[in-house]
């Protein structure tokens, strides 16, 4: 599944170094950028939106993710900690690879034991893979400066 185009995490161990500790952090980030997005929104609903919050800030949420990962190869977090999302070729992310990462991101996220499989993969993997990454083939790499 790995091809040659993406760094060898044993003879290139720093495009790895703290991947998850930063991908919390960007994830944290993220977080607090969709809540505040969601909030900016609601006005807007009339208010109406509190009826259905969990919902607008998933659809806030999922919209983001994509296009910020399709524009830049990660989101405003992962910008910030220096690191982006890869293909399995090495490319960064257009939109379809994009949707897909963010679909399969939600789809592990309601799933309690995909979430902690994803989790445990992230810690334990060499790459530092989600398991929507190990799917997909995508990496999480620092960036290069």
């Given at each position: 599944?790995?091809?040659?185009?993406?760094?060898?995490?044993?003879?290139?161990?720093?495009?790895?170094?703290?991947?998850?500790?930063?991908?919390?952090?960007?994830?944290?980030?993220?977080v607090?950028?969709i809540?505040?997005?969601?909030?900016?929104?609601?006005?807007?609903?009339?208010?109406?939106?509190?009826?259905?919050?969990?919902?607008?800030?998933?659809?806030?949420?999922?919209?983001?993710?994509?296009?910020?990962?399709a524009?830049?190869?990660?989101?405003?977090?992962m910008?910030v900690?220096?690191?982006?999302l890869?293909?399995?070729?090495?490319?960064?992310?257009?939109i379809?690879?994009?949707?897909?990462?963010?679909?399969?991101?939600?789809?592990?996220?309601?799933?309690?034991?995909?979430?902690?499989?994803?989790?445990?993969?992230?810690?334990?993997?060499?790459?530092?893979?989600s398991?929507?990454?190990?799917?997909?083939?995508?990496?999480?790499?620092?960036?290069?400066?």
């Amino acid at each position: 599944m790995h091809t040659a185009a993406l760094p060898d995490p044993q003879y290139q161990p720093e495009f790895y170094a703290d991947i998850s500790p930063k991908r919390l952090m960007a994830w944290l980030i993220d977080v607090g950028m969709i809540l505040g997005m969601t909030l900016l929104i609601l006005p807007f609903t009339a208010f109406i939106g509190l009826f259905f919050l969990p919902f607008l800030y998933a659809s806030i949420g999922f919209v983001y993710r994509v296009l910020t990962i399709a524009g830049s190869s990660g989101t405003l977090g992962m910008r910030v900690m220096s690191v982006e999302l890869r293909t399995a070729s090495g490319n960064r992310m257009d939109i379809g690879s994009a949707f897909l990462h963010t679909l399969g991101y939600y789809l592990s996220f309601g799933m309690a034991l995909a979430q902690l499989a994803s989790v445990v993969l992230m810690l334990t993997s060499e790459r530092g893979q989600s398991l929507t990454d190990m799917v997909l083939g995508t990496v999480m790499l620092n960036r290069r400066i």
